[in-house]
């Protein structure tokens, strides 16, 4: 029996961008809420693993925790599909800490890990697709805007030239900021932007 996988209150177009992403999506998703998020980032994981897709989740601790208890709710066998490779997970602050030194990006230290890691998930599941969930930038937007639109540069070169789907996340605080607030900049580095409250 396939796992069911739940539709978080989305309806198309956006359903369709998260759980068939094309490759060579960057994906935008804005959040307030954590669980909205984790709706999100269940959909785009869980429909990839249905589809036989390398998923490859850069997250922090409580978001890894939240996403892969929602798949094995869904009926996933998590540490299964960990072993066979086809679901690899990273410490997004632990992962970041590698190429960014002093507040500076290290351009050939993300290409070399970043790269090896999802040529790595590619070749362990022996998937053709790759579909990756990334938080580095949240960790990094508020404090170093300059830093984070580098890095959604670099992610943009590594997407184009590897062939992979990627989702990032930026949370906004509830009680301030507004989609109309977030950098343009970071809105242009992405093709597809997720509403911050999609329709039901």
């Known amino acids: 029996m ?13 359903s369709g961008f998260l759980s068939d992403p094309l ?5 935008l998703q804005l959040y307030r809420d954590d669980g909205r ?12 693993l249905l589809e036989g897709d390398a998923v490859v989740l850069v997250a922090t601790p409580p978001h890894v925790d939240a996403v892969t208890r929602r798949l094995a709710a869904a009926g996933f066998d998590v540490d299964a599909v960990r072993r066979w490779g086809q679901l690899w ?11 960014l030194r002093n507040g500076l990006l290290d351009a050939e230290a993300f290409d070399a890990i970043v790269g090896r890691t999802l040529d790595e998930a590619r070749a362990a599941a ?6 990756v969930f990334g938080e580095m930038v949240d960790l990094l937007w508020k404090q170093n805007l300059e830093a984070t639109r580098q890095l959604e540069e670099l992610w943009n070169k590594t997407v184009e030239a590897r062939s992979v789907s990627l989702l990032c996340s930026y949370h906004l605080e509830p009680e301030a900021g507004s989609p109309e607030s977030f950098p343009l900049s970071l809105h242009q580095a992405h093709s ?3 509403p911050l409250e999609a329709p039901a």
């Open 126 to 131: 022996r998937r053709r697709r790759v579909r």
């Open 2 to 14: 396939r796992p069911a996988i739940l539709a978080p209150g989305l309806q198309p177009p956006w």
């Open 89 to 99: 997970v990273f410490d997004a602050a632990t992962l970041l800490s590698r190429f």
């Open 192 to 194: 597809r932007h997720i």
């Open 23 to 27: 490759p060579g999506d960057h994906l």
């Open 37 to 48: 998020l984790v709706d999100v980032v269940s959909l785009f994981a869980g429909a990839g």
